[in-house]
């Protein structure tokens, strides 16, 4: 019995031992992000936030189509050619490549030609509380807050349709959002890009020209991105972070010496949790029964929404006062208390 009793107290205090060393990693990781990461008040500086994989775990996209798939926008057997896109990014660990985006881009446009933007807003909202809001990165949201906090403005800069990252960067309390602009007439889409997507070498034009328009110096900005598709946007600021960084990006930021902060628990985190092809329609279904609830539950009427195009600011007021209509629900507190 003594023996025994021993035996037990010795593993108590083993494993007490193992939760005290695991917690200090823990604390010293978020240490190293703030020990390195200096952020100075500066008003002629600025960040600058990949969305998918970086601020997002998986392509904000897809949860959108997602979304509009349980809405009956278009079949759920549409869905699956996303779902394989997003599933050979985690198979081959890099983004689509330019020739994947576009037949993407293609795709999509289809969908929404001859739709009302402000009926896409609506649901990107929507489709943000239920696909997206649980997958942000609280760690990438962390590096953004502390921009924040020194003064500076934050943007998200994606190829994602500048309507849903405007809706993203409005949630989480950002400054803006440059994006993909999809043509309009009289509100409705046309099915034609105005431009290109904001992808590689776009997103950096788009930097220079917006710190061009704010009276930004790059040399003091400083750029997120999880893929090597980015590189151009990393180059063109002082300072680059690789984000989740594929294996790319990952040789390229240890090459220049650029810092590396990978919030992912193994390759397990990064999943994106894509459902197969059957689990499409079972997952469609699920959230269109949802919504069936809550529509009965509690109507929620919408004010009217701007439509501004390209670069789209998120409405954050100087002291994090927020304009008035829908608020953010999911700010740095609840992630970091969530995890």
Known sequence: MSRRFH???RKEKT??????????????????????????????????????????RGAS???????????????????????????????????????????????ALSFVAGR????????????YDELMADRIWSGTLALAQMH???GQRVWLVTATPVELATIIARRLGLTGAL?????????????RLVGDILHGAAKAQAVRALALKEGLDLQRCTAY????????????????????PDPELRETARARGWEIRDFRTGRKAARIGVPSVL???????????????????????????????????SGRQPGGVQPSGRQPRNGLRRWMSNR
């Open 7 to 9: 035996q037990n107290i």
């Open 15 to 56: 494993v007490l031992a193992t939760l005290t060393g695991q917690a200090a990693l823990a604390s010293g990781a978020a240490a190293e992000v703030e020990a390195t990461l200096v952020i100075s008040p500066d008003a002629t500086a600025a960040a600058f936030f990949d969305v998918d994989n970086t601020m997002m």
């Open 61 to 107: 996209i897809f949860y959108f189509a997602q979304g509009l798939a349980a809405r009956k926008f278009f079949p759920a057997g549409a869905l699956a050619s996303f779902a394989w896109q997003q599933l050979k990014f985690r198979v081959v660990g890099r983004e689509l490549s330019l020739t994947e985006i576009h037949t993407s881009r293609e795709q």
């Open 116 to 127: 009302s933007t402000q009926q896409f807003v609506e649901l990107g909202e929507d489709i």
């Open 148 to 150: 924040l906090d020194a």
């Open 179 to 191: 994006g993909t602009v999809a043509e309009t007439v009289d509100g409705v889409y046309t099915g």
């Open 225 to 244: 991105s999880d893929s090597a598709n980015d590189i151009p946007m990393l180059s063109v600021v002082g300072t680059a972070v690789a984000v989740n």
């Open 279 to 313: 689990g499409v329609g079972v997952a469609a279904g699920a959230v269109a029964a949802r919504l069936a609830y809550q529509r009965r539950a509690a109507p929620d009427p919408r004010s009217e929404r701007a439509s501004a195009r390209w670069v789209r600011p």
